[in-house]
């Protein structure tokens, strides 16, 4: 198991960008993908992206129409997310997940193993 790091969260007007970072000690993450999710009060964890660790495939859902891309850059064992054109609604506390089940969907919370302590992201309007 490794141990996930989350930065990067902070407060924004509408319109605005943030990049966050997950960072992974003790070892490389463990694929076959690192997901990237969020939780808003009183609401479900919801899917952000996806990427595999290994060749930097991407997956989306299609609610996000591009606005966030994810990244990773293996030497430093870290993911990045940016996320652009940020809206009221994309308020949420954003976490790293890691230790997907191959046999699992990428985009279900019980897919992964590890998460990381999450970071919160504010978008004002």
């Known amino acids: 198991q490794v141990h996930l790091v989350e930065s990067g969260g902070g407060l924004v007007q509408a319109g605005g960008s943030l990049r966050l970072s997950c960072a992974a000690s003790g070892r490389t993450f463990s694929g076959p993908v690192v997901g990237w999710f969020r939780q808003a009060p009183g609401k479900e964890r919801e899917f952000v992206a996806g990427?595999?660790?290994?060749?930097?495939?991407?997956i989306y859902p299609n609610v996000k129409k591009g606005r966030f891309t994810t990244s990773r850059d293996n030497a430093k064992n870290t993911v990045y997310l940016q996320m652009n054109s940020l809206a009221p609604d994309d308020t949420a506390v954003y976490y790293c997940a890691d230790g997907m089940n191959p046999s699992s969907s990428p985009s279900t919370t019980r897919a992964y193993a590890f998460w990381g302590q999450g970071t919160q992201v504010t978008v004002s309007s």
């Open positions: 990427i595999s660790w290994e060749t930097g495939a991407t």
